[in-house]
């Protein structure tokens, strides 16, 4: 990495190097396996100016987005998050009939389906043209594009300013912080608010949540980096939520900085406490390589104790942050026989880069296997009383993060 993307800087530190893996969203066909798969490094630095921890645009979003593997709608959990994000942000902002919501990265329309329920006029703003059809046939108006500072002036021309921008698990996914940044601010109105969730690199850090590093994710923020990024593109973050989602997220409120005002006192508390942990300067990065090789010994450990002892263990799931994990450890199919999924499109494909099948969930009660690799532990409560019924033969859940925990369940 030769700059900071954010504020071009040179001087950049390792945070930690997974080595190369293939993209994490490109499942394999069976007539893909014996093709060539490429690989990318992935190695995660800091810069020391404006401590933004990124890895290198090695692939772009067109190659990642333009057609999309993740549904949200299949995350129980997520839409329910959503939902309860529309209802409170319908009431404290005041939105209307007369009121305009924009979501950029909207998916499959899995949270402006409750800003059309509320008669609340929105529009979609999603590059994947597969998902933003499932959005579409859902009654949510999709405009299937890139946010740049050309298409939100085009989209503001057409619709007039948003009241709300909604910006969840996007901003990670850009390596062009300041135009996006631009995009957003075209598309706000300049007394209107910006919404942003994205993973909290202090829970990251914390919690060795290192799955969560993977290609199209181009950049993790702190409150700090996130301050700067939004900056540059005319935005101020008025407020600050922390939140439990991917392990641990922030939500930044933001508004055109004319009218931002100073910043809330929440806000500098999460600012005193990531200084105090040590991510505004290069000590809280120092031992997190070291932790994530103790991750990875102690996930292989397992496994390969039950495959010497003769049990069988199956994953659930088939997520970004899964296969950085299989791949970092070396998993393969003699240690994992196969994961399941309960999206169809992933249905008889293969992960990438260690070729495990990808199965329908069903097939976990069919074969009752000993233990059930949890690779969204993320999702823990909801995926617990999901798994539930493993428990009729005694079999047991592993989550692999922050360290590897078997958990035994009741039916």
């Known amino acids: 990495m030769t700059s900071c993307r954010l504020c071009g800087s040179t001087s950049t530190a390792s945070v930690v190097d997974l080595g190369a893996t293939p993209p994490c969203e490109r499942f394999l066909t069976e007539e893909q396996l014996d093709e060539r798969e490429l690989t990318y490094p992935l190695h995660l630095r800091v810069c020391t100016s404006c401590w933004l921890a990124q890895l290198p645009a090695l692939i772009t979003p067109e190659e990642t987005f333009t057609e999309y593997a993740y549904f949200s709608s299949y995350s129980t959990s997520w839409v329910e998050h959503a939902r309860s994000f529309v209802r409170d942000a319908t009431t404290d902002l005041r939105l209307g009939p007369d009121s305009f919501v924009v979501e950029v990265a909207s998916n499959d329309g899995y949270l402006l389906r409750h800003v059309v329920s509320q008669g609340i006029r929105c529009l979609g703003i999603e590059p994947s043209a597969n998902v933003g059809d499932a959005a579409r046939a859902a009654g949510v108006p999709t405009h299937t594009a890139f946010l740049?500072?050309?298409t939100g002036?085009?989209?503001r021309a057409e619709h007039g300013p948003a009241d709300l921008v909604v910006a969840n698990n996007v901003y990670a996914h850009v390596p062009d912080i300041v135009g996006f940044t631009k995009g957003l601010r075209a598309l706000v109105a300049d007394d209107g608010w910006v919404s942003i969730e994205v993973q909290h690199l202090l829970t990251l850090v914390e919690n060795v949540?290192?799955?969560t590093i993977y290609h199209e994710h181009f950049q993790y923020?702190?409150?700090?980096?996130?301050?700067?990024?939004?900056?540059?593109?005319?935005?101020?973050?008025?407020?600050?939520?922390?939140?439990?989602?991917?392990?641990?997220?922030?939500?930044?409120?933001?508004?055109?900085?004319?009218v931002a005002g100073e910043p809330s006192a929440r806000t500098a508390d999460i600012l005193a406490r990531e200084k105090a942990e040590g991510?505004?300067?290069l000590s809280g990065y120092s031992q997190f390589a070291a932790r994530v090789a103790l991750v990875r010994r102690s996930l292989l450990s397992l496994l390969i104790a039950a495959a010497e002892r003769g049990e069988t263990v199956v994953g659930y799931g088939a997520p970004g942050k899964g296969n950085t994990l299989l791949n970092h450890c070396g998993?393969?199919?003699?240690?994992?026989?196969?994961?399941?999924?309960?999206?169809?499109?992933?249905?008889g494909r293969y992960t990438p880069g260690t070729r495990i099948p990808i199965l329908a969930p069903e097939q976990i009660e069919i074969d009752r296997p000993d233990y059930v690799l949890v690779l969204p532990w993320n999702l823990r409560a909801e995926l617990t009383a999901q798994l539930s019924y493993v428990g009729e033969w005694g079999g047991k859940l592993i989550f692999p993060i922050p360290h590897?925990?078997?958990?035994?369940v009741k039916s």
């Not at 590897?404 to 035994?408: F, G, H, Q």
């Open 209 to 211: 949540q290192y799955d």
């Open 221 to 258: 923020y702190t409150v700090e980096s996130a301050r700067r990024a939004l900056g540059s593109g005319g935005l101020s973050v008025v407020d600050v939520e922390l939140l439990p989602t991917h392990g641990g997220s922030i939500r930044l409120w933001a508004r055109p900085a004319e």
């Open 279 to 281: 991510l505004h300067e």
């Open 148 to 150: 740049d500072p050309r």
């Open 404 to 408: 590897p925990e078997i958990v035994e």
């Open 331 to 347: 998993i393969r199919p003699d240690l994992l026989a196969y994961t399941v999924d309960r999206n169809p499109y992933k249905h």
């Open 153 to 155: 002036a085009a989209v």
